[in-house]
């Protein structure tokens, strides 16, 4: 998980100087979802200008840096991979800090709304992680997820680091952390990442890979990579994007 969140996040940051600016965003946002996926889920929860946005386990920070620049939202980053956190800084300039998703240095309430994408099959105590975002967005406030659901009963392999929750473990998750669904929504029933920024996300992985095949991390990772893109090609897991809600507050 190191080698795929911390080293390769950081490499990036090299990949992006050579290739151009304008491979940042793609490259940032690969595995958290394509353009139509974040804006379904803004929309869902109400992001728009101003809108002070959680974006907890937030990696290099391009989701965050898309609805800053589409929507004018105001975010701010948490992420616990230090490497990532450097990388969202050089990247983007973004606002971050340096925290497990479970235990955020943030006040109740601080937040209009929160995002946690691809994050939740990363945690083994889910609950706890969707707690800390209730507990800091707004009363009301909406709380989006990207989940990589398990569709059948065991996997055959499981990456290292990675808990896939099925719909009622993801449920129950849910209910326990004082949320509550309003809407999902599979990813495969949205448009796929436009070409032009599959292609700038491929140059920046092939940069990488150029100047770091040789490295045992980058075969980790790649490793990771590849089992959980079988898992996924093969439908035993899929992705899905959550519109959740805070309880409002008594009267």
Request: glycine residues 10%.
């Amino acid at each position: 998980m190191v080698d795929e969140f911390d080293t390769v996040a950081s490499w990036t940051v090299a990949a992006v100087r050579e290739l151009g600016p304008d491979h940042a965003l793609p490259a940032a946002c690969r595995g958290s979802g394509s353009p139509a996926a974040l804006d379904w889920l803004a929309d869902a929860i109400g992001i728009g200008p101003g809108t002070h946005l959680l974006d907890s386990g937030a990696g290099v920070g391009g989701p965050a840096a898309y609805v800053a620049d589409e929507r004018g939202a105001r975010p701010v980053l948490a992420e616990p991979m230090a490497g990532a956190c450097w990388a969202a800084q050089q990247l983007f300039g973004s606002t971050v800090t340096v925290a497990d998703g479970a235990r955020l240095p943030f006040a109740d309430a601080t937040f209009d709304a929160a995002w946690s994408l691809g994050v939740l099959c990363t945690v083994e105590d889910k609950a706890a992680h969707l707690a800390e975002l209730r507990r800091t967005v707004r009363p009301g406030g909406g709380v989006g997820l990207l989940v990589y659901e398990r569709a059948v009963d065991s996997l055959p392999d499981q990456p290292e680091g990675n808990h896939f929750p099925d719909r009622a473990e993801l449920e129950a998750a849910v209910a326990a952390a004082g949320l509550r669904v309003v809407e999902t929504v599979p990813l495969t029933d949205l448009p796929s990442t436009p070409e032009d920024w599959q292609r700038a996300a491929d140059a920046v992985d092939d940069a990488v890979e150029r100047r770091h095949r040789d490295d045992p991390r980058w075969a980790r990772a790649q490793d990771q990579q590849d089992t959980i893109g079988d898992l996924i090609s093969r439908e035993l897991v899929v992705g899905v994007l959550v519109h959740c809600r805070a309880a409002e507050a008594a009267a």
